[in-house]
């Protein structure tokens, strides 16, 4: 049986796309590539994306664009950490002048996705709306277990959301750990090796209303727009 041609056995409106992406390279990627030890370097606070980086969002975002994909978003949502803000702003805030940019989604940074937390200074975002970080903890690092219950806590801030076609840029780690929540919530073929843009479905198995239209995974199968590297 061809699974990109099934049915799938859920209807739309208790469906929601979500489109992953991982950031851009970022300095401190560059940095502790060479050394961990630099990662506990306050000159990498809340880092920028490298040069490469920067080539990497550059053309993810005409990758997008050219897709026809950002005209399908609803809301991209980021981690608050300047390079993923980066990424966000590039691949899905850069469209032309030329509408005066009414095409580009929202985009709305939340807590809840950013990267692990504590001892790095890398990972401690900078003053955000006039508040300090306060989730940065200098001398304990955050466990896989609280990673795992904070994404959980995300997935359930996510089901509130209004919108249907979501974008969530963020880290390798925390994106995996967002497959791992939802688990048998999405469709199987989308929970192998992450890349740069992955789409997915997520269901509300709860809800499950028997005489609405079912969508079919063939729907998202070709919602991926570029394949490439991951950083963490």
Known sequence: ????????????????????????????????????????????????????????????????????????????????LYWTVQTAMEVFGSESQADGGNSCPQIMAVELCRDRMGQRPCDMRRRMDGEEDSMWNPDVRESEEEMAARMVLFMEWLWTRPEQQMVIVSHGIILQKILYVLGNDCHPTTTSALQTLRSVVIVDKSLREADSPLCSPADVANLNVSRGEVSN
């Open 1 to 80: 049986m061809n699974t990109a041609s099934a049915q799938f056995p859920y209807p739309w409106q208790l469906c929601k796309i979500i489109h992953l992406v991982s950031h851009g390279q970022a300095m401190h990627n560059v940095e502790g590539d060479k050394d961990r030890e630099a990662l506990l370097s306050d000159h990498l606070f809340d880092a920028q994306l490298s040069p490469l980086g920067l080539q990497q969002v550059c053309k993810l975002g005409k990758d997008v664009h050219a897709s026809g994909l950002l005209k399908k978003i609803d809301l991209v949502i980021t981690s608050p």
